[in-house]
């Protein structure tokens, strides 16, 4: 495989929310192993395009084809291979950490064989295996969102969205965030992740997508750029300072 096999393949995507165009026929590919942060101003449709291209939502028109399956009506076939991790944890409060990761694991036909195995793991690597029977209601939201990660990643799923992961994580959290979304990149998974931070963009994305009225103002690779030259692109591409 190479980083070309396309891996996400959206055409003349609309979203029209009563009479509000959200999205105006988007053309997009994403390759295998892209990191792509998706940048915009509050209301630009970010989390609207990562929704569709979840199968959450459906488009008012156009395509979305995600490792050769479209949605929606391939949904199930692409659920199957991506993990979310949106504003709100999707967790079950009154469940245990291990609890919830076996809850979902279980949703993916993991035998139980692998979900011991995969479990233990994760909650390692998010720094939660000494809460791993604790309820989820005594977490903090940091705990909460690591977890949501390990939940996202239960399936080994090839593509992952990411809807503004650093908000209202501390340093500590934020850094381990960091580290989990490189080691999902280091293994190949495609990743497309909105943020308002672009202080961490250029660390971690390969390339940077900018959304302004409904369309891509801007695309290109920012693995060369510094934070203070995007923050300039992203202010010329929607008229709007950067909040960093
Ligand atoms: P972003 O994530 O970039 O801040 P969103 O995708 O959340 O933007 O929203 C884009 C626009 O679509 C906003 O004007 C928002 O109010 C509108 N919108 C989002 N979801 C809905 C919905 N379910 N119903 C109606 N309007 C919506
Ligand atoms: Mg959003």
Known sequence: MTDQNVMIEI???????????????????IYQGE????????????S????????LSKPSQGTIRIGGWEIPSEAMAVRAQIGMVSHKPL???????????NFFAKLYNLSAEVRETRIAELLRQVGLHKRADSLVRTFSRGMQQRLSIARALIHEPDVLFFDEPYTGLDQDAGDMLY???????NTQRTIIMTTH???????????????SRGKIAY???????????????????TGVASTR
């Open 11 to 29: 055409s003349d995507l609309t979203k029209i929310y009563g009479l509000l165009p959200v999205l105006k026929s988007l053309d997009l590919t």
């Open 35 to 46: 990191f792509v942060a998706l940048l915009g101003p509050n209301g630009s449709g970010k």
């Open 48 to 55: 609207t395009l990562l929704r569709l291209m979840s199968g």
């Open 91 to 101: 967790l079950y409060e009154n469940l245990t950490a291990y609890e919830n990761l």
């Open 179 to 185: 580290g989990l979304l490189k080691d999902a990149h």
């Open 197 to 211: 931070q672009l202080q961490r963009v250029p660390q971690l994305a390969t390339r940077a997508i900018i959304l």
């Open 219 to 237: 695309q290109d690779n920012v693995e060369q750029l510094s934070a203070n030259e995007l923050a300039t692109i992203y202010t010329q591409a």
